[in-house]
């Protein structure tokens, strides 16, 4: 019996390592040292102190969650997978399971004088994963794989936003040597403007 969806395999394999991802960005959220908790006040005090991490794992959650959705979708345009989209495909995987290490960086040091590098790690995963963005759909196109007419219209419009995420993010990148704090506020609000987009992609 012929397989209905082509791409079955691997989007399962996918949606594994998304749900990986997903799993270990908890772990950079650590229970306050119970040695520095002698009051309630010091107990509140070491909670004040997760702040950071928790909105940088809620952030980095979403941020998944947009991927995932994005991918889900880019899925539903075409109609099987080739050598190289499969590579593509390995290689944005490959930038979601590395954003737990840069999200714990800016959770821990996005508030103190050396965010930094964090927040420059962070963005430059933002240069790595609108490239395998770009390289997927590239690959897609040139291999023929949409849909139908409608479906490669979709792609061509992912590969002009893609465009957009690698100098918006290499821009960043560059910037949060200088502006560490204001940056990751600027990145925050990109993924607010991903998540429309995301929105707009969908299979035909």
């Not at 109609?79 to 979601?96: K, M, R, V």
């Not at 933002?126 to 479906?151: F, M």
Request: aromatic share 12%; with cysteine.
């Amino acid at each position: 019996m012929a397989e209905i969806n082509p791409n079955a395999r691997l989007e399962a394999f996918s949606d594994g390592v998304f749900a990986i991802a997903l799993t270990l960005l908890v772990l950079d959220i650590k229970l306050p040292p119970t040695d520095a908790i002698r009051t309630t006040s010091d107990f509140w005090a070491a909670l004040g102190h997760l702040v950071p991490s928790i909105i940088a794992f809620l952030l980095s959650f979403i941020i998944i969650l947009i991927t995932w959705v994005n991918h889900h979708g880019a899925f539903q345009l075409v109609a099987g997978s080739s050598t190289s989209t499969i590579y593509a495909n390995g290689f944005l995987l490959l930038t979601t399971v590395f954003l737990p290490f840069p999200t714990a960086l800016v959770g821990q040091y996005v508030l103190t004088d050396h965010a930094a590098p964090a927040v420059v790690l962070y963005d430059g995963l933002g240069v790595l994963q609108s490239i395998a963005w770009l390289w997927l759909v590239h690959a897609a196109l040139r291999n023929r794989l949409a849909k139908n007419e409608r479906a490669e219209q979709r792609m061509r419009e992912t590969v002009r936003y893609g465009n957009f995420g690698l100098m918006f993010y290499s821009l960043c990148t560059v910037l949060a040597f200088w502006f560490p704090l204001a940056i990751a506020i600027v990145t925050l609000l990109s993924w607010i403007g991903w998540l429309i987009v995301g929105m707009t992609i969908k299979g035909e």
